[in-house]
Each structure stands twice: as structure tokens, then as C-alpha cells.
């Protein structure tokens, strides 16, 4: 290689290191005395969630994951304040990687870092082990924020353009999923605080065994079922898993009441994520196309999904 040519790769070098400098600089929070005496670095981007940007970094010896909450935190209608207040409870009970500042402007989470790997369904106990994070999730005290399905959804609509080419198939949905919130309430013996989000990207197991939960963002006070249904939706559990996880959540096998809150809930959830991810397209934070097909291929799914649900319990053979 020439000297012309070594040069001008060290200025390319160079360069890219100042830009490299300048956007970590960028992730540091400015007032990151506040959480630390010893001024933090970037160590890498963490990859897995779908809404934030999350970074590994160094604080002192302490390695730390920042969390730099989503620019349409308004359009997914999160409640900061709420989840401010599930992970002091959660922290307490040592169900979250550890807390270590939650921004008062809700701009950005500081929390431990917790080496582990994602949790999986196909490992053995791996479903009594979730079932067992869920009841103790279940167990804390309450916080002042609850999830209300009809507001939910009237706040996701807001932020959904009517010109989207999948609008009118989601709008379909409405009259049926009316119907499944219905039975639903009619069907709820109570509320508790749910994380309602516990992805497989929001599990992390460690090597003695614990399960915790990461990413609270949408907790707030709820029928548990609705947080079973996320689990049996998200994971696609055959009707075997679905038993053990009701058995093992319940601590009794599931019963036919059971199975039938299990199954409402579930279209329920559905219909809330296929919107979610409306939002994501409209927004521009999800732009690739086979994002729009997913959307149209969900909603179509999820009306015969709901068909099948009522039309079952019209024959009464739940």
C-alpha cells in the first residue's frame, strides 16, 4: 500500500473515531452525575427491543444498561409514571435488574446489567418457572395506573393515519373485539399489578435459576389472565402448554372458566398488538414493507381467531 493511501485511510480512521466519540457522547445523559461519581462510557448497543434504544455502558467498575426511552412513547400511550412506580416494587422484590435512576423526566431508565440469556419455552420447568415469576409479579402492592382496554384502544386509533391501506380491515375488528371485552370484564374476580410485556426479550435467566423481567413499561393494574394470554399469544402455546401454564400458575388444573377468560383475553391482546405495530408503520418507526403485510396478514388472523372463539361459545361448547 502507497504512503498517499495510508494516510488517507488513517484520516478515514480518524474520523470515523471522532464520529464515534461525538454519538457517544450523544447517549450520555447529561446529567449523569446524578447516578454516578465516575463519568459513564458506552460499551455497545444492546439489541432485542422493539421500541427503545438500549446501551451497555461503564460506570466505575459497575456495568449498567441505559435505556433512552422511544421518540412516540406519547403514541404508544406509555405511562412513564406508572412504570416508575411498578419497578420500585418490582426492585424491592428483586423481580428487575436492579434500579439505579429513573429519569423524572422520563427521557431515559439506568438500571443494572444482568448477565443471563433470554428465557426459553423449550427448556425443562421452563414454564413453571415463568408461571412462578407471574404469580410473584401478581403479588405486589398495587400502583395507581390500571389498564383500561377501551382506552387503550381509542388512544392507539389517535395515532393511526385513516389513509393506511390496512385501516379498514383493522376498523372490521371493533364490533368483534367489543364482544370479547364484554366477556371478558364479565368473567374478571379481580385485579393486580401485571407487567403485561414479559417477551422473550424482557426475560432474563441466570445461572441459579431466577427469572427476572426487564422493560416495565406497560405495567399497570389488570386481570392477570390478560397477562397469561400475552405469554400464550407470544410463545404460540399449544393447548398442552396452555394447561401446564394454568396449572402451574394457578396452583389447581385450569377449569373450563379458565380456558375460556385464557381465550377472550387472548384476541383481546391481539387486536392490541397488531395496532401497535399500525402505530409503528404510520409513525415511520417501522417502514419496512413486509411490516404493512403483517399488519393486513394479523388482522386477517385475528378475525377468524374471534369468529371461532364466539362461534364456540354460541354452540355453548366451551
Request: charged fraction near 20%; glycine fraction near 4%; aromatic fraction near 8%.
Amino acid at each position: 500500500m502507497d504512503l498517499r493511501r495510508q494516510i488517507s485511510n488513517l484520516r478515514s480512521w480518524h474520523s470515523d473515531s471522532l464520529n464515534m466519540i461525538a454519538a457517544a457522547n450523544d447517549i450520555i445523559p447529561p446529567d449523569w452525575p446524578r447516578w454516578s461519581t465516575a463519568k459513564p462510557s458506552v460499551i455497545k448497543p444492546l439489541t432485542g427491543g422493539l421500541t427503545n434504544q438500549s446501551f451497555l455502558i461503564i460506570a466505575g467498575n459497575a456495568q449498567l444498561v441505559l435505556r433512552k426511552n422511544s421518540a412516540i412513547s406519547e403514541a404508544l400511550d406509555l405511562n412513564r409514571r406508572a412504570e416508575a412506580a411498578a419497578l420500585r416494587r418490582a426492585d424491592k422484590a428483586g423481580l428487575c435488574a436492579p434500579v439505579i435512576y429513573c429519569d423524572p423526566g422520563h427521557q431515559y431508565l439506568v438500571t443494572r446489567y444482568i448477565q443471563g440469556e433470554p428465557w426459553c419455552v423449550g427448556r425443562a420447568d421452563a414454564l413453571k418457572q415463568l408461571a412462578q415469576l407471574v404469580r410473584s409479579i401478581h403479588a405486589l402492592p398495587a400502583i395507581d395506573a390500571q389498564l383500561e382496554i377501551d382506552d387503550k384502544v381509542a388512544s392507539y386509533w389517535r395515532s393511526i393515519d385513516d389513509g393506511a391501506d390496512f385501516y379498514t380491515a383493522l376498523r372490521a375488528l371493533d364490533p368483534k373485539l367489543q364482544r370479547h371485552i364484554a366477556i371478558a370484564k364479565s368473567l374478571n374476580d379481580g385485579i393486580c399489578l401485571c407487567h403485561n410485556d414479559l417477551l422473550m426479550a424482557n426475560l432474563i435467566a441466570v445461572d441459579n435459576g431466577t427469572l427476572y423481567a426487564i422493560d416495565w413499561e406497560y405495567a399497570a393494574m389488570g386481570d392477570p389472565f390478560y397477562e397469561l394470554a400475552v405469554i400464550v399469544e407470544e410463545y404460540r402455546l399449544d393447548k398442552r402448554q396452555q394447561q401446564r401454564l394454568l396449572a402451574e400458575y394457578l396452583n389447581r388444573p385450569a377449569m373450563q372458566i379458565d380456558r375460556q377468560r385464557l381465550d377472550h383475553w387472548g384476541v383481546i391482546y391481539g387486536y392490541l398488538s397488531v395496532l401497535w405495530y399500525a402505530i409503528q408503520w404510520c409513525s415511520g418507526a417501522m417502514s419496512q414493507p413486509h411490516i404493512n403485510t403483517k399488519i393486513r396478514d394479523r388482522a386477517s388472523n385475528l378475525s377468524a381467531q374471534s369468529s371461532a372463539i364466539l362461534q364456540l361459545k354460541r354452540t355453548k361448547l366451551f
